[in-house]
C-alpha cells in the first residue's frame, strides 16, 4: 500500500488550501485515513481523522471549524480541506491508513509542505 500527499505549497494568513491523499495497492474503502502534521521544531501531531465511510470525521482542537474531511472511495483518495490558514498551520502534512480500525496507522504518505506566511 502506497499513499502519496499533495497539494502543499506557500499561501497568505486566511488562504484555503487542498490536500490530497492517493493511494495505491489497495482499496482506500477499506480503511479509516487519518492526517497528520509536523510543525517546526516539534513532534508529529494529530490534525484529523475520517472514518472508512467517511460518516465520523474528529479534529484536533487547533483545526476545528477550520479543516474540513471528505474522501473520494471510487478515486481511492482522501483530501483536507484547510480554510482560513494561520501561520502556527506551516508543517509538513502527512496522510496515513488505517487498515484495522485500532486507531493505529500502518501506512504513511511521504508528506506535503505547507507554509503560511506574508
Known amino acids: 500500500v502506497q499513499l502519496q500527499a499533495s497539494g502543499g505549497g506557500l499561501v497568505q494568513p486566511g488562504d484555503s488550501l487542498r490536500l490530497s491523499c492517493a493511494v495505491s495497492?489497495?482499496?482506500?474503502?477499506?480503511?479509516?485515513m487519518g492526517w497528520f502534521r509536523q510543525r517546526p521544531g516539534l513532534e508529529r501531531e494529530f490534525v484529523g481523522r475520517?472514518?472508512?465511510?467517511?460518516?465520523?470525521?474528529t479534529f484536533a482542537d487547533p483545526v476545528k471549524g477550520r479543516f474540513g474531511l471528505s474522501r473520494d472511495n471510487a478515486k481511492n483518495t482522501v483530501y483536507l480541506q484547510m480554510n482560513r490558514l494561520k501561520p502556527e498551520d506551516t508543517a509538513v502534512y502527512y496522510c496515513?491508513?488505517?487498515?484495522?480500525?485500532?486507531?493505529?496507522?500502518?501506512?504513511w504518505g511521504q508528506g506535503t509542505l505547507v507554509t503560511v506566511s506574508s
Open positions: 495497492g489497495s482499496t482506500v474503502g477499506n480503511y479509516a
Open positions: 475520517i472514518s472508512w465511510s467517511g460518516v465520523r470525521k
Open positions: 496515513a491508513a488505517d487498515t484495522d480500525s485500532d486507531y493505529a496507522y500502518d501506512y
